[in-house]
């Protein structure tokens, strides 16, 4: 009876958290106006698709999406290779250096590209300038290829998180086979190792495109300045520009980017569901066969270095640096006596940067802790209750994962209206939770199905209720889960952008939109200070969360 109302009542609530929106959405794209829940019509509809430049940016992001997940997969390919399957040196410090990026706002991530490569006065371009003579900047970021190349090192972790499983687990006879039948190692590489990691490999693919569309950091501050739009920059138009904004248009817009992150996500789940019949491991003698690189060593060692080096230090030192300076300048003896905290001072004095970071951390810290509450019993149905309705409460709980922040923002906005919470910091709350859920469910998931149903069994036999065995053993067996869930969710909701540039309104706002409007206004130095603060508060509060985490785990032992 328990188990049957705890998952009606969290059917109940991740349903209003999932279809709400969705709901919303569809509905308002057929109204004239924000507020107005009267006057159907169709004319929003024809206005967007209509628009004689409609054509030009789905194309964009076609080309966008499409462009960004092919170059994060090939890269996570090459580096996964590299890192579980040859005797390349340090592999064990590039495995973590290829998921880092995470842990890094996107935000953050582009303004760095943006800092290096900008073609006026680009800190990289300004160098290569002077070293070759030439008259004109030899990159430029604000292009179509610099936004597929900045977005896929972004989205690499993702690609990388669901290629490295995989390939490490590659049974070592099929390679063998392949090479006793006199092939090479590259040729083996392409007809034995990446046909029976296909499955792996579309599945990122697919997650890349879907991640990449929902996609806003990087359209925003790199796509729009060049005036290359695609679907959420065109959304944001909408509702940014002007004297006032067309929701319902912007619902309309959203829809087609909604149907198609829908109709992707169960693509990518089907594949994922697939990949029994690709099983290669079949016995407990099953142990990874290790490439010997010979020759080739060291070059691709020097290789994976320069690209763990563009996905980790050159976005912090370009931000470190460009902090102390007044103005964007190439590194130099002449920029040495202009350094100073000037634009560090002006950012801890700005009350609306203060106010940001003051909400970052209660959405991060609070909101994350919330989600996670909810993402235990979430979890504990989604495992330990094997019925249909078990079933259904999964599928809503995935739904969120196609969700285009941007878009379901839109959604939000049109469900919070006429209520107390519009423009509030709990409308973001509520839409933050509702977005990540998944990635608070899914490690949560791994570590319920970890914990034997005897344990409960014999709790309850010994007469202990649900809330008791929940408090003595469950939770206790749950903690490092608990701990990746919050660090994941906190970090997720401690650099959201897509969700904030729509819901919040003064008084809510966060950092990540504090830097989008620095970066606006060519605020260079101020953004910059602001972003080390927000990556060093992120990474601070990750720390103190494992540490605990891990105390937590050795007094339960």
């Given at each position: 009876?328990?188990?049957?109302?705890?998952?009606?009542?969290l059917?109940?609530?991740?349903?209003?958290?999932t279809?709400?929106?969705?709901?919303?959405?569809?509905?308002?794209?057929?109204?004239?106006?924000?507020?107005?829940?009267?006057?159907?019509?169709?004319?929003?509809?024809?206005?967007?698709?209509?628009?004689?430049?409609?054509?030009?940016i789905?194309?964009?992001t076609?080309?966008?999406?499409?462009g960004?997940?092919?170059?994060?997969?090939?890269?996570?390919?090459?580096?996964?290779?590299?890192?579980?399957?040859?005797?390349?040196?340090?592999?064990?410090?590039?495995?973590?250096?290829?998921?880092?990026?995470?842990?890094?706002?996107?935000?953050?991530?582009?303004?760095?590209?943006?800092?290096?490569?900008?073609?006026?006065?680009?800190?990289?371009n300004?160098?290569?300038?002077?070293?070759f003579?030439?008259s004109?900047?030899?990159?430029?970021?604000?292009?179509?290829?610099?936004?597929?190349f900045?977005?896929?090192?972004l989205?690499?972790?993702?690609?990388?998180?669901?290629?490295?499983?995989?390939?490490?687990?590659?049974?070592?006879?099929l390679?063998?086979?392949?090479?006793?039948?006199?092939?090479?190692?590259?040729?083996t590489?392409?007809?034995?190792?990446?046909?029976?990691?296909?499955p792996?490999?579309?599945?990122?693919?697919?997650?890349?495109?879907?991640?990449s569309?929902?996609?806003?950091?990087?359209?925003s501050?790199?796509?729009?300045p060049?005036?290359?739009?695609?679907?959420?920059?065109?959304?944001?138009?909408?509702?940014?520009?002007?004297?006032?904004?067309?929701?319902?248009?912007?619902a309309?817009?959203?829809?087609?980017?909604?149907?198609?992150?829908?109709?992707l996500i169960?693509?990518?789940?089907?594949?994922?569901?697939?990949?029994?019949?690709?099983?290669?491991?079949?016995?407990?003698?099953?142990?990874?066969?290790?490439?010997?690189?010979?020759?080739?060593?060291?070059?691709?060692?020097?290789?994976?270095?320069?690209?763990?080096?563009?996905?980790?230090?050159?976005?912090?030192?370009?931000l470190?640096?460009?902090s102390?300076?007044?103005?964007?300048?190439?590194?130099?003896?002449?920029?040495?006596?202009?350094?100073?905290?000037?634009?560090?001072?002006?950012?801890?004095?700005?009350?609306?940067?203060?106010?940001?970071?003051?909400?970052?951390l209660?959405?991060?810290?609070?909101?994350?802790?919330?989600?996670?509450i909810?993402?235990?019993?979430?979890?504990?149905v989604?495992?330990k209750?094997?019925?249909?309705?078990?079933?259904?409460?999964?599928?809503?709980?995935f739904?969120?994962?196609?969700?285009?922040?941007?878009?379901?923002?839109v959604?939000?906005?049109?469900?919070?209206?006429?209520?107390?919470?519009?423009?509030?910091?709990?409308?973001?709350?509520?839409?933050?939770?509702?977005?990540?859920l998944?990635?608070?469910?899914?490690?949560?998931?791994?570590?319920?199905?970890?914990?034997?149903?005897?344990?409960?069994?014999?709790?309850?036999?010994?007469?202990?209720?649900?809330?008791?065995t929940?408090?003595?053993?469950?939770?206790?067996?749950?903690?490092?889960?608990?701990?990746?869930?919050?660090?994941?969710?906190?970090?997720?909701?401690?650099r959201?952008?897509?969700?904030?540039?729509v819901?919040?309104?003064p008084?809510?706002?966060?950092?990540?939109?504090?830097i989008?409007?620095?970066?606006?206004?060519?605020?260079?130095?101020?953004?910059?200070?602001?972003?080390?603060?927000?990556?060093f508060c992120?990474?601070?509060?990750?720390?103190?969360?494992?540490?605990?985490g891990?105390?937590?785990?050795?007094?339960?032992?």
């Amino acid at each position: 009876m328990f188990r049957r109302n705890l998952t009606l009542t969290l059917i109940i609530i991740v349903g209003f958290l999932t279809i709400c929106p969705v709901f919303m959405l569809l509905w308002g794209s057929f109204l004239k106006d924000l507020g107005t829940f009267s006057g159907f019509t169709f004319e929003k509809y024809i206005l967007a698709y209509t628009d004689p430049e409609f054509l030009g940016i789905v194309k964009n992001t076609v080309l966008f999406v499409v462009g960004s997940a092919f170059f994060a997969t090939v890269l996570a390919i090459f580096l996964s290779y590299m890192n579980t399957r040859t005797n390349i040196p340090f592999k064990f410090l590039f495995k973590v250096i290829s998921i880092i990026p995470m842990m890094i706002p996107h935000i953050l991530f582009a303004v760095s590209w943006v800092l290096l490569l900008n073609p006026s006065n680009g800190i990289l371009n300004t160098l290569l300038m002077n070293m070759f003579n030439l008259s004109d900047t030899p990159i430029n970021i604000y292009s179509l290829s610099g936004m597929i190349f900045v977005e896929g090192l972004l989205d690499l972790p993702i690609a990388y998180l669901i290629i490295a499983p995989a390939m490490s687990a590659f049974d070592i006879s099929l390679e063998e086979s392949s090479k006793v039948c006199g092939a090479s190692d590259i040729k083996t590489f392409f007809r034995i190792t990446l046909p029976v990691l296909r499955p792996a490999i579309m599945a990122s693919f697919i997650l890349v495109v879907v991640r990449s569309l929902a996609s806003f950091a990087v359209p925003s501050v790199i796509g729009m300045p060049g005036r290359i739009y695609v679907l959420s920059t065109h959304i944001y138009r909408v509702i940014a520009s002007g004297f006032s904004a067309d929701y319902g248009m912007a619902a309309a817009i959203g829809m087609s980017a909604l149907v198609a992150s829908v109709i992707l996500i169960y693509i990518y789940r089907y594949l994922t569901s697939e990949t029994s019949r690709f099983v290669t491991i079949s016995s407990r003698g099953f142990k990874p066969s290790v490439v010997n690189l010979k020759s080739s060593k060291y070059p691709l060692f020097f290789i994976v270095a320069f690209i763990s080096f563009l996905l980790i230090i050159v976005p912090v030192i370009v931000l470190i640096y460009t902090s102390l300076t007044p103005y964007i300048m190439a590194p130099s003896m002449r920029a040495v006596p202009m350094m100073s905290l000037k634009n560090w001072i002006e950012v801890l004095k700005d009350p609306i940067s203060l106010l940001s970071l003051k909400n970052s951390l209660f959405l991060g810290v609070f909101g994350a802790t919330i989600g996670v509450i909810l993402s235990v019993f979430v979890s504990y149905v989604i495992v330990k209750v094997k019925t249909k309705s078990a079933g259904l409460l999964e599928s809503l709980s995935f739904l969120s994962f196609s969700f285009p922040g941007i878009v379901i923002g839109v959604g939000f906005m049109w469900f919070f209206v006429k209520t107390p919470l519009y423009g509030t910091i709990w409308a973001l709350l509520i839409g933050y939770i509702a977005t990540y859920l998944p990635y608070g469910i899914r490690p949560l998931s791994s570590a319920f199905i970890q914990i034997h149903d005897s344990l409960e069994e014999s709790s309850k036999v010994c007469g202990a209720s649900y809330f008791t065995t929940l408090k003595k053993i469950i939770i206790p067996l749950l903690i490092p889960g608990i701990v990746s869930s919050w660090i994941l969710m906190s970090t997720m909701f401690f650099r959201e952008l897509t969700l904030s540039v729509v819901l919040s309104r003064p008084g809510s706002e966060v950092l990540a939109v504090q830097i989008l409007r620095f970066s606006e206004d060519g605020l260079w130095g101020r953004l910059s200070a602001l972003g080390i603060i927000m990556i060093f508060c992120s990474s601070l509060i990750v720390v103190i969360v494992s540490l605990i985490g891990k105390k937590l785990s050795k007094a339960h032992v």
